[in-house]
C-alpha cells in the first residue's frame, strides 16, 4: 500500500485543482471483533480525553441460538461526508473540506464553539473537546499518522484488519480493490450527504424492517 | 430519557430564550412602525406604546445576543463570526442581518425621537444633533430598510433551525413562516404591555389598532401549526414519529397543548373577540392577554427547540 505523503496545516490549500488524492475508509463489519482497539488508539494519537471519542463501535445483539450466536458492531465516525452538513452551517469557516485530500476537517483557530456543526451533523459524530473548547471529530489522522506518512491509528491498530483506509482514486488501492469486491453499503444515504465511510454489513446480523 | 436531557440534545434552553429575544425585539418595532405608519404620524414619539417599543427591541435583542455569546463554548472568540464569513451557514447570514438591524434600529429610533432628543440637548453637543436631523431627514428611507430587516430577522430565527438536516421536525420548510408570525405576535405583545405599564391608555387608538392585527395573527398562527403538524404526520416515517412524540402524552405534549396551544393561543384569542364587543378596554385585561401570548410563544420555542433534537432520524 502506498504511503501517504499528503497532509498540510489546515487550510493551507484551498484552490481547487485535481490532487488525485481523495481518502475513505471501509469497516468490515464481518471482521470486526468489537475489541475497541480502534477506539483506544486513537485516543492515544490524538490526544482524544476521556469521557468523549472520535470512534465507538456500537454493539448490537446477540443474534441466533446457542452455540451460534453472533453479534453486530457499527463504527461511529465522521463520514467525511462529500456533501457535509457541518461545513455548509459553520459560520466561520472553522468546519472545512480540505480540497487537496477530501479530509473533513476543523481548523481549531477559527472555531467558536457555537456547536451548529454538532447539531447539523445528521451522524451525530462531533463533540466539543472539553480540553481545548472546540469542535472535534475524526480527520482521518490528518495531523498526526498521516503527516508523518503512517496510516491512521484505529486502522494499524485493528488485529483484524477490519478496517481498510485509502485513496478512492487509486484503482490499485486495497480500499478501491475492497470496495469492488464486497458489497458494502453507507449511512443515511438518503440525506444527500455522500458519506466517504462505506460498512461491510454483517451477513448473521438481524434483519430490521 | 427526560424531557430537558437526552441523547443527541446540542442547544439547550439558553438558545430557545434568544430566539425568542431575537422575534420578540423584530415583532415590537414591527408594531412600532405600523402604528406610526396608520395611526400616529408625527406624534408617535409622545405614545407610551411607541416609546415601549423602542425600549423593548433594542433591549431585547442585545440581551438575545449577549446569551447567544454567553452560550458559545469559546465567548472570547466571538469576534470571529464578526470577522470570516460562510455564505452558505444560515448562522453567518443571520449574524450579519442582526448586525444591519441593530444600525437601523438605532437610526429609526433616533429619527422618530429626533424632536424631544433636540429640545432636550438644546444646542449642547451640535455634532449628535446634525446627526439626529440628517436621520430625521432620511425616516422614509430608515423606516422601509427596517421594515425589511425586522421581517428578516423574525424568519432568520426558524431558518437557523430548519437548516439541521438531521432532524424532522425541525428541517421543516413551515417552520420559518411559524417562527416569524409567533415572532411578531410576542413583539405586539410586550408593545402592548410595556405601554399600558408606562401609563398608556389601555382603551386607546394604538391598543385598537394592535388588537384588530392580533386576531387574524393569532388564526394564521393556529393555521401555520396546523399545517405544520399535519404536514409531518401526512409524510410518514420518521416526521410521523416524530411529532406525534412531540405533541403526544408526555411532558412536551402538555407543554403544547396547555401552554402553546391554551394559553399562548386560545385564551387570547378568546379574550381578544370578547374585548371587541365589549367596547371598553382595561388596563388588567390588555395586560393579562399581553402576558398569556409572551408566555406561548416562549413555550413554544422551547418546545420546538427540545422536542426537534428528540427525533434524530
Ligand atoms: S459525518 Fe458529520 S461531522 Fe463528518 S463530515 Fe459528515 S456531517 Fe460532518
Ligand atoms: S462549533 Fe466551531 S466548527 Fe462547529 S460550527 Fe461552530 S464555529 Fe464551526
Ligand atoms: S482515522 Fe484517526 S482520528 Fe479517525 S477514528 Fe481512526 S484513529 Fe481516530
Given at each position: 500500500m502506498s504511503v501517504y505523503t499528503v497532509t498540510k496545516a489546515p487550510q493551507a490549500n484551498t484552490s481547487e485543482q485535481d490532487s488525485g488524492l481523495k481518502y475513505a475508509m471501509v469497516h468490515d463489519e464481518n471482521l470486526c471483533i468489537g475489541c475497541n482497539a480502534c477506539e483506544d488508539a486513537c485516543r492515544e494519537v490524538n490526544h482524544v480525553p476521556y469521557g468523549v471519542t472520535r470512534v465507538k463501535i456500537e454493539r448490537s445483539g446477540p443474534f441466533g441460538e446457542y452455540p451460534d450466536q453472533s453479534y453486530r458492531f457499527i463504527r461511529h465516525s465522521?463520514?467525511?461526508?462529500?456533501?457535509a452538513p457541518c461545513v455548509k452551517v459553520c459560520p466561520t469557516g472553522a468546519a472545512y473540506i480540505d480540497k487537496e485530500t477530501g479530509i473533513v476537517a476543523v481548523n481549531e483557530d477559527r472555531?467558536?464553539?457555537?456547536?451548529y456543526c454538532i447539531a447539523a451533523c445528521p451522524y451525530q459524530i462531533r463533540f466539543i473537546n472539553?480540553?481545548?473548547k472546540v469542535a472535534d471529530k475524526c480527520d482521518f489522522c490528518q495531523q498526526t499518522q498521516l503527516s508523518e506518512g503512517l496510516q491512521p491509528a484505529c486502522v494499524l491498530a485493528c488485529p483484524t484488519n477490519a478496517l481498510v483506509f485509502g485513496n478512492l482514486k487509486d484503482p490499485d488501492s486495497a480500499l478501491v480493490k475492497t470496495l469492488k469486491s464486497k458489497p458494502t453499503y453507507r449511512e443515511k444515504v438518503d440525506l444527500g450527504t455522500r458519506p466517504k465511510l462505506f460498512h461491510v454489513r454483517t451477513i448473521d446480523g438481524e434483519i430490521v424492517l | 430519557m427526560s424531557a430537558f436531557h437526552f441523547d443527541g440534545l446540542v442547544w439547550h434552553w439558553p438558545i430557545a430564550i434568544y430566539l425568542f429575544l431575537a422575534g420578540l425585539s423584530a415583532g415590537a418595532v414591527f408594531f412600532a412602525i405600523m402604528l406610526k405608519h396608520f395611526k400616529l404620524a408625527d406624534k408617535a414619539y409622545l405614545s407610551p406604546f411607541v416609546q415601549a417599543a423602542a425600549v423593548i427591541a433594542p433591549v431585547a435583542v442585545c440581551a438575545g445576543l449577549g446569551i447567544l455569546v454567553m452560550d458559545l463554548t469559546k465567548p472570547l472568540a466571538f469576534w470571529k463570526i464578526l470577522v470570516f464569513y460562510n455564505p452558505s451557514s444560515v448562522m453567518s447570514m443571520g449574524v450579519l442581518v442582526l448586525l444591519a438591524y441593530q444600525v437601523v434600529l438605532f437610526a429609526w429610533i433616533g429619527s422618530v425621537f429626533s424632536s424631544p432628543i433636540q429640545q432636550w440637548l438644546k444646542q449642547r453637543l451640535p455634532l449628535l444633533s446634525k446627526l439626529l436631523a440628517l436621520l430625521a431627514r432620511h425616516e422614509d428611507v430608515i423606516t422601509g430598510v427596517l421594515v425589511i430587516l425586522s421581517l428578516s430577522l423574525g424568519a432568520y430565527t426558524g431558518f437557523l433551525l430548519s437548516a439541521?438536516?438531521?432532524?424532522p421536525l425541525l428541517n421543516n420548510p413551515v417552520l420559518p413562516l411559524l417562527f416569524l408570525i409567533s415572532g411578531l405576535s410576542s413583539g405586539a405583545a410586550a408593545t402592548l404591555l410595556g405601554g399600558v405599564l408606562m401609563r398608556g391608555n389601555p382603551n386607546g387608538v394604538e391598543v385598537r389598532f394592535i388588537h384588530r392585527i392580533e386576531i387574524p395573527m393569532i388564526l394564521v398562527e393556529i393555521m401555520l401549526l396546523f399545517t405544520f403538524f399535519v404536514g409531518l404526520i401526512l409524510s410518514g416515517g420518521q416526521s410521523e414519529v416524530a411529532a406525534l412524540n412531540a405533541i403526544g402524552e408526555g411532558f412536551w405534549g402538555w407543554i403544547f397543548w396547555g401552554?402553546?396551544?391554551?394559553?399562548?393561543l386560545t385564551l387570547p384569542l378568546a379574550f381578544n373577540l370578547w374585548m371587541k364587543v365589549s367596547s371598553d378596554r382595561k388596563f388588567a385585561y390588555v395586560a393579562v392577554t399581553a402576558s398569556f401570548s409572551l408566555i406561548g410563544v416562549l413555550l413554544l420555542r422551547n418546545f420546538i427547540l427540545y422536542t426537534g433534537q428528540m427525533t434524530g432520524v
Open positions: 465522521c463520514q467525511h461526508c462529500e456533501a472555531c467558536v464553539g457555537c456547536q472539553p480540553e481545548t | 439541521l438536516i438531521g432532524f401552554g402553546v396551544v391554551g394559553v399562548g
